[in-house]
Nanobody, 124 residues
Framework: VQLQASGGGLVQAGGSLRLSCAAS????????MGWFRQAPGKEREFVAA????????YYANSVKGRFTITRDNAKNTVDRQMNSLKPEDAAIYYC??????????????????WGQGTLVTVSS
């Protein structure tokens, strides 16, 4: 599976952004999907994940209630709506396809494939 993320940009604190990830391949629905982020000088961290069917989601505590992850298996896309953005949300965001042994890719060890990353900048 190949992943292409889009939708990053500059936003003021308190604003919203929507990130999208398009996947190639016929087996998109076989993968749990996730989003991770990496800020300068920090390790890549989990943000949100959605199961193969879209029926289950999981969020990092830092974004719970502000971010929403959804997927459309007919379009091979996974999106993330980010609301009430904070300066600490600024990072490069990566779309990820999970190892098929796991329903939700909630750690980097559970990731099978990465997208190229898209930059989100939040001004205070």
């Amino acid at each position: 599976v190949q992943l292409q993320a889009s939708g990053g940009g500059l936003v003021q604190a308190g604003g919203s952004l929507r990130l999208s990830c398009a996947a190639s391949g016929r087996t998109f629905s076989s993968y749990g999907m996730g989003w991770f982020r990496q800020a300068p000088g920090k390790e890549r961290e989990f943000v949100a994940a959605v199961s193969m069917s879209g029926g289950s989601t999981y969020y990092a505590n830092s974004v719970k209630g502000r971010f929403t992850i959804t997927r459309d298996n007919a379009k091979n896309t996974v999106d993330r709506q980010m609301n009430s953005l904070k300066p600490e949300d600024a990072a490069i965001y990566y779309c990820a396809a999970g190892d098929t042994r796991y329903s939700l890719p909630v750690t980097t060890q559970r990731v099978y494939a990465w997208g190229q990353g898209t930059l989100v900048t939040v001004s205070s």
